[in-house]
């Protein structure tokens, strides 16, 4: 398995940031030009057994997936299972808010199964992939800063 991870810091407080999250409906077409649809189709946002029905663009191509909230740490963690069938390829994920002084640290992790295989065979995708993370991590930096929820 391998596991994509993106970090960035943020001068907000982690409150601030699990906040942002938990309207995630109203802020998910901000976060990023590739975001499609975004609802919850079981559950309250990012709670434990909560299901989150997503569409974006990765590598210019839409992607539907669905998302079960397996671990939830308010203002610390947000850990998923994506469910069948991008889950064969792509099992798990997760953020994270570390403090950081004044700041904090957001990471965006994905873990990705066959390893090798999919880093080797499918390297236009993980770039791409890993372009998106980069670019959502940005993205909350400048909505944080700029924008209410």
Known sequence: MINLK????????????????????????AWHPDHIDCRWLKGKPFEEGSILYIEEYLHGKPHKMKFLGTKVEPNRKIEYKLLFPI????????????????????????????????????????????????????????LLGEEKY
Do not use: Q
């Not at 960035?8 to 309207?23: R, V």
């Not at 792509?90 to 994270?96: A, I, Q, R, Y």
């Not at 990471?107 to 995708?125: P, V, Y």
């Open 6 to 29: 993106d970090s960035i810091e943020i001068k907000t407080t982690p409150k601030e940031i699990f906040k942002w999250f938990l309207h995630f409906e109203e802020n998910f077409h």
């Open 87 to 142: 889950s064969i390829i792509c099992p798990k994920g997760s953020f994270s808010i570390e403090p950081k002084g004044e700041n904090c640290i957001f990471t965006a992790t994905l873990s990705f199964r066959f390893g090798w295989i999919f880093s080797r065979f499918a390297k236009d995708r993980v770039k791409a992939i890993k372009k998106h993370m980069k670019e959502e991590g940005e993205n909350l930096k400048r």
